[in-house]
């Protein structure tokens, strides 16, 4: 068998002055792999790299509000609209201090211990009162707790000059002004009373009676130790609402259901005379706490802190005691002594009643 060989044809020349890119062993290669061959790049890839953990889980649906009374429900798949949050509650304006309820200049100097109300008055008026540098003389200013109050040293000598004096009252003398034909025990402030005892320099001098007031009070058939003073600040020291100075009084009494009975000491109940110490109300309000004690057989020893209006003889009434004779003793650290009755002195420059 006649076997035939083609010849191949041979390769155009390339036209002159073209360059051809040799031809590599293994044929051209393909610039870009088939889709096939990415195919199976990316599952190789995908088997090599390692599992990937995940962490996330699922967030919960959001929770939506009931509808307010009222409002219109939202339609089915659409988007929920959240609730409008409340507004905040204003916060309450603060009130304004009202200019009448800030104290009177007179009534701050007073619970300053700076002077008597009466005294600050006069001061004022006087312009000798200054609060915060400037000058006020107007009667009824009023003036802020963190003012700064100062004193004019014309009023500080004024307040040096003013006395204090001790006076036995005798029976028969009100303490206060002339009442029913009784003349104030203030008239019995002369030099001829003066105790000859006294030893105080101080020289007596009629203006030394101007406003010389009682600090606290004896009843009319009451003797004993009486205070009379110039100075606002043994005033309110006396007899202001936060005094916490003691008053000493011997008081005889008889008892009203067995009026025979001499030695009270022994007889009378212990537990009414411990009503007497505390336990009595005068006035609608509860006494404060006192001393009571028997000095003999008819006669009791009562130390106060307060002094209302006939007081100790209205303590014994509710008790069934009668009081014959009181007589006060002792005021704070300062003592009756030797003082005759009817009678004074001046409080030295270094006593004090507390």
Excluded at 133 to 161: F, N, Y
Aim: aromatic share 4%; glycine share 8%; charged share 25%.
């Amino acid at each position: 068998m006649t076997t035939l060989k083609l010849k191949k044809k041979p390769a155009a020349a390339a036209p002159a002055g073209e360059r051809r890119a040799p031809v590599r062993p293994g044929g051209v290669k393909r610039s870009h792999p088939t889709l096939a061959e990415a195919e199976a790049q990316r599952s190789e890839r995908r088997a090599a790299a390692p599992p990937a953990r995940s962490e996330s889980r699922e967030a919960p649906p959001p929770r939506r509000r009931p509808p307010a009374p009222g409002a219109t429900a939202p339609r089915p798949g659409s988007r929920p609209v959240a609730a409008p949050r409340p507004a905040a509650a204003p916060k309450p304006a603060a009130a304004p201090v009202s200019i009448d309820e800030r104290p009177r200049l007179s009534k701050r100097m007073s619970e300053l211990g700076l002077a008597s109300r009466r005294e600050a008055d006069e001061w004022i008026e006087q312009g000798l009162v200054r609060v915060d540098g400037i000058v006020v003389d107007q009667l009824g200013a009023r003036v802020d707790p963190g003012q700064q109050i100062s004193i004019d040293p014309r009023a500080s000598e004024q307040q040096a000059t003013r006395v204090t004096v001790l006076l036995h009252k005798p029976l028969g003398y009100v303490s206060g002004q002339a009442e029913d034909g009784h003349a104030p025990a203030f008239t019995l402030v002369t030099p001829a009373n003066r105790w000859p005892g006294d030893r105080s320099e101080q020289r007596f001098h009629a203006n030394q009676l101007r406003h010389l007031v009682p600090a606290g009070r004896l009843d009319l058939d009451s003797t004993g130790l009486l205070v009379l003073t110039q100075d606002g600040r043994v005033a309110k020291q006396l007899i202001g609402e936060d005094s916490k100075v003691e008053k000493e009084y011997v008081v005889r009494v008889a008892w009203v259901a067995h009026p025979d009975v001499k030695s009270l000491h022994t007889a009378f109940p212990a537990e009414q005379l411990a009503r007497l110490r505390h336990g009595l109300h005068l006035d609608g309000e509860r006494l404060k706490p006192a001393q009571v004690s028997w000095q003999n057989e008819q006669h009791l020893r009562i130390v106060l802190r307060e002094g209302k209006k006939r007081q100790i003889r209205r303590m014994c009434e509710l008790v069934g005691l009668q009081v014959l004779t009181l007589k006060r003793i002792r005021i704070g650290r300062i003592g009756l002594g030797e003082l005759p009755p009817g009678q004074w002195r001046y409080l030295g420059p270094f006593e004090s009643f507390s």
